[in-house]
C-alpha cells in the first residue's frame, strides 16, 4: 500500500521512488505483479466549509494537486494498480480500501472483487453516498 495526499503534488510525484524502494527492500518473486495499492488521502466530503478562525470560506477541491486522470495513468502504467481516494479524517472509503487489501493479501482473486473496486475505483460514488448520509453544515459545490 503507498500512501500520497491528494493536496500535495510531492507526494504523488514520490510514488515510483517509494515503489522502487520496497520492491528492492523486500525483493518479491515476480516484482512487476506485485499487488500495490494506491490510496489518495485528503478527500473531503465537505469541499465549501466555512473557516472559522478566518471567517472566510474554503473551497477544499481548489487544494486538490493531483488530478485523477494523472493517477489512472499512474496506475495503468505501474500494472493496474487499484487505487482509491480516501479521508481517513472524515472515514470516507477507509474501510472499503483496507477490506480489498485484506483480500489481496490473503491471495483473493482481484477478478472476483466488486466491479467498483476492480476498476481502478475512484470511489466518487462512495463520497456521494456518504455525502447523502452526512450531518454537514457545509454544502458540496
Not at 33 to 41: A, E, K, S, T, V
Not at 109 to 115: E, T, V
Request: proline share 3%; with cysteine.
Amino acid at each position: 500500500m503507498l500512501v500520497y495526499d491528494i493536496t500535495n503534488l510531492r507526494t504523488f510525484e514520490s510514488l515510483d521512488s517509494w515503489r522502487s524502494e520496497f520492491l528492492l527492500e523486500r525483493r518479491p518473486e515476480k516484482p512487476d505483479q506485485f499487488p500495490f495499492i494506491i490510496l489518495g488521502n485528503n478527500i473531503q466530503i465537505r469541499r465549501h466549509c466555512i473557516d472559522f478562525n478566518k471567517g472566510t470560506k474554503v473551497d477544499q477541491k481548489s487544494k486538490r494537486q493531483v488530478k485523477i486522470e494523472n493517477v489512472r495513468e499512474w496506475c495503468k502504467e505501474n500494472g493496474n494498480t487499484l487505487y482509491f481516494e480516501i479521508s481517513g479524517k472524515e472515514r470516507v472509503t477507509v474501510e472499503k480500501a483496507f477490506e480489498v487489501i485484506a483480500r489481496v493479501a490473503a491471495g483473493e482473486d482481484l477478478d472476483a472483487l466488486d466491479p467498483d473496486v476492480s476498476s481502478l475505483s475512484s470511489t466518487h460514488s462512495t463520497v456521494d453516498q456518504n455525502l447523502s448520509a452526512s450531518n454537514s453544515t457545509c454544502s458540496l459545490i
